[in-house]
């Protein structure tokens, strides 16, 4: 027998499930609708400032915080989307992508036993980050076919040892995005509790109904919130692994007591190329929130014309379906028919809830791929039929 050297905080979560569908997919040759990358670059004027970054000498450690040039970059862009007079130096921390910054919030900010609310169904590095900064995890279940916010059931999740709420929006795997009431409702109950709240919102230029609203722009929400963004999604570079977290110096000071030692400092040439694609401007993201719309449509067409009962996202580039039409008996078993006999792969996404039952109906599929590639997919559902 091999021994499990691995933590006993850690040993809950096994492999991420998007490490055995990407895997899955390449031995079956299928179309990967599983992972969320995309399947195309991100803009050239972008790889260019990182390329000449390089060549200019800019290749040994950046500032522990991140380059200036980026950080004010962030503290531009997130100014003009909340009115808030953000500094560059006291309130922007680069990190390795959205899911450093998650974990660097949480590793500074908990004590043991301290809870954060979750809203489930999570990413699945929200747990783990939790479990690895010693917290305690208190879910509250958003379900279909709207996954609103239960305001009530927030408040009936608050006890004493309640430190944080971990919010996500737009939501990954829902494609819920929050709404000024809901937000209004947990920006309450954080200034009721004294609350931090970190915004998870990689997605919040990928929006196709209603707005995304941040909630650090909310009354009394600034000085409680490390909100938390990234290139992946917005410039399509994943493999960058860039992102930032913009919070008032006390919260900063959480996010940067974990990450000085977490990764001390990110990929310098990287963060010039950051700092450029902050730089294109609102024609790039009208053209972005254009083609990720044309993406969700025909995916979603294609979805509902094989039989699956599609919850048509208002945000990000995943959509949430129930597989039951099929007849399988949980989401694990449909993915894996999916994958072998259909030729495409998805996410089965029980690792998105503390209890797996609750995803047993539903698979999630990534619309983050060119449109020859969706058609193809849409081509092989044709193989679920009959
Ligand atoms: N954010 C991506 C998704 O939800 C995956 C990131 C990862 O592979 N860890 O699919």
Redesign the pocket.
Known sequence: MCRNHVATRLQPFGE?V??TW?RLSQQHGAVNL????PDFDGPPDVIEAAHRAMVEGHNQYAPMPGVPALRQAVALDFGAATGLAVDPDADVTVTAGC?EAIAASLLGLLNPGDEVIVFEPF???YPASIAMGGGVMRTVTTRPPLFGIDLDAVRAAITARTRAILLNTPH??TGHVASREELEGLAAIARDHDLVVIADE?YDRIVFEGRHLPIASMDGMWERTITLRSM??TFSM?GWKIGWAVAPPPLTAVVRAAHQFMTYAIATPLQYGAAAALGLGDAYYTQLQTDYLARRNLLCDGLERAGFGVHVPAGTY?VMCDHTPFGFANAEAFCQHLVEHVGIAA?PPGSFYGDPADGRDLV?F?FCKTIPVLEEAIRRLGRLMG
């Open positions: 991420t998007f490490a990407s599983g992972q969320g990358f899911s990413y699945d590095s990954n795997p990689v992946a999604k994943t995943f996410i999630r990534a």
